[in-house]
């Protein structure tokens, strides 16, 4: 996408574009922290957002809603950008008219509700329905998801309201010890 931009003649998207991939770099190669907030968690995901939308222009329509009671809510590390990444890649990217990513984020009581929901092809293709499902992104957040809160949380894939798929996270909003007993 930045030597597209370059050929193009447009070396300040390709610049700008060359910078947000540089903080997504710094950020996700910080290997010291395990958990995060859902603040940061956002930040970190609007990055690469921010770079999936010079790439893709007026094809991703991104629509982010944050509870304000949820923003200091530890999770895991990278759980939503990976998520956000098999969207655009296996649904959205691939259609010519692109398509929408929603992700909106509730806290109820003792319990944090993400849900990430797509406009792709999802509900028209179960072949891709099972391609995007037994991707590793997914394989791996949910692992960490059961690392880190055992059995007390829901990951869940379904297809959305939006004509592509939906994904449903729910979490206690203090995690609890993990298996090894450190604290997640």
Not at 15 to 40: G, K, V, Y
Request: charged content about 25%; hydrophobic content about 35%.
């Amino acid at each position: 996408a930045i030597s597209t931009l370059v050929v193009e003649g447009n070396p300040q998207s390709a610049t700008t574009m060359i910078s947000r991939l540089a903080d997504f770099f710094r950020a996700t190669l910080d290997e010291d922290e395990h958990e995060t907030t859902i603040e940061q968690e956002i930040h970190l995901t609007e990055q690469y957002l921010a770079i999936e939308k010079t790439r893709l222009g007026e094809r991703l329509v991104i629509s982010i809603d944050v509870a304000q009671a949820a923003l200091d809510v530890p999770v895991p590390r990278m759980l939503l950008q990976p998520l956000a990444e098999n969207a655009i890649r296996h649904c959205i990217a691939p259609r010519t008219s692109g398509g929408t990513l929603r992700i909106t984020v509730k806290r109820e009581n003792n319990r944090v509700r993400l849900t990430m929901a797509d406009s792709g092809n999802g509900t028209e293709s179960p072949r891709g329905y099972d391609k995007w499902r037994s991707g590793i992104g997914l394989a791996n957040t949910e692992e960490r998801l059961r690392q880190t809160y055992g059995d007390d949380y829901l990951f869940h894939v379904q297809p959305s309201n939006l004509g592509g798929w939906e994904i449903l996270i729910d979490l206690p909003a203090e995690p609890k010890r993990s298996a090894a007993g450190a604290q997640a």
